[in-house]
């Protein structure tokens, strides 16, 4: 019957699968607030491609020290070596022979990391970004936006609001301090869903008055 193409040697792959199989060109983002499990769902993917035996490089800013001056390291502990880097420009000086590149805390690097991103999955290489898609202040953070349009894929991960349990998409920050980067955990950040984030922010405006 027409459309019916079930065969004893027919066999089907998942999604997963043939991108950890076949060399093919992609922009990967994962994105979302703090806590929400970004770096641990760019570590699983990159360990199942080093698994499907593929040549994995993995880049970090290289003013992200909080767990490791080396490692990318989750908020679960769990962590993966990787290669520090000032400038998105020095990915390329080590990409001839790689298959899938994974690239933590993208917001802090510099807007060049879209046309990085753009050159390597032309040619054929699996791009893997994980970032915060906001600051502090709700504003679209460095260059993760660009990102986000340009991906073949868009992963919006969030973590559970500390006020209400609802689901999180911001990163309050909770101390003093109007600098858009500033390193932090939980002594820095909480995260919280929209309606708690107006309200802390409204808050955090009363109290400075």
């Given at each position: 019957?027409?459309?019916?193409?079930?065969?004893?040697?027919?066999?089907?792959?998942?999604?997963?699968?043939?991108?950890?199989?076949?060399?093919?060109?992609?922009?990967?983002?994962?994105?979302?607030?703090?806590?929400?499990?970004?770096?641990?769902?760019?570590?699983?993917?990159?360990?199942?491609?080093?698994?499907?035996?593929?040549?994995?490089?993995?880049?970090?800013?290289?003013?992200?020290?909080?767990?490791?001056?080396?490692?990318?390291?989750?908020?679960?502990?769990?962590?993966?070596?990787?290669?520090?880097?000032?400038?998105?420009?020095?990915?390329?000086?080590?990409?001839?022979?790689?298959?899938?590149?994974?690239?933590?805390?993208?917001?802090?690097?510099?807007?060049?990391?879209?046309?990085?991103?753009?050159?390597?999955?032309?040619?054929?290489?699996?791009?893997?970004?994980?970032?915060?898609?906001?600051?502090?202040?709700?504003?679209?953070?460095?260059?993760?936006?660009?990102?986000?349009?340009?991906?073949?894929?868009?992963?919006?991960?969030?973590?559970?609001?500390?006020?209400?349990?609802?689901?999180?998409?911001?990163?309050?920050?909770?101390?003093?301090?109007?600098?858009?980067?500033?390193?932090?955990?939980?002594?820095?950040?909480?995260?919280?869903?929209?309606?708690?984030?107006?309200?802390?922010v409204a808050k955090d405006?009363?109290?400075?008055?």
């Open positions: 019957m027409q459309g019916h193409y079930t065969s004893k040697y027919m066999v089907l792959f998942s999604e997963d699968h043939t991108q950890e199989t076949k060399r093919r060109g992609r922009i990967e983002v994962i994105c979302g607030s703090m806590f929400s499990g970004k770096t641990e769902e760019l570590i699983r993917r990159l360990r199942r491609a080093k698994f499907a035996k593929q040549r994995v490089e993995i880049f970090k800013p290289a003013l992200d020290t909080r767990y490791s001056a080396e490692d990318v390291v989750s908020h679960n502990s769990n962590s993966i070596s990787s290669t520090p880097i000032d400038s998105s420009s020095s990915i390329l000086l080590f990409t001839s022979e790689i298959d899938v590149v994974g690239i933590d805390e993208a917001q802090f690097f510099d807007n060049n990391l879209i046309d990085v991103c753009n050159q390597l999955a032309n040619n054929g290489i699996r791009i893997i970004v994980a970032g915060l898609d906001m600051d502090f202040k709700g504003v679209p953070f460095g260059p993760m936006p660009s990102l986000c349009a340009i991906a073949d894929e868009v992963s919006k991960v969030h973590a559970i609001c500390v006020k209400c349990g609802q689901l999180a998409s911001f990163s309050h920050r909770t101390v003093k301090n109007d600098k858009q980067v500033l390193l932090g955990e939980t002594t820095e950040y909480e995260p919280l869903c929209r309606v708690c984030y107006l309200e802390a405006k009363e109290y400075v008055q």
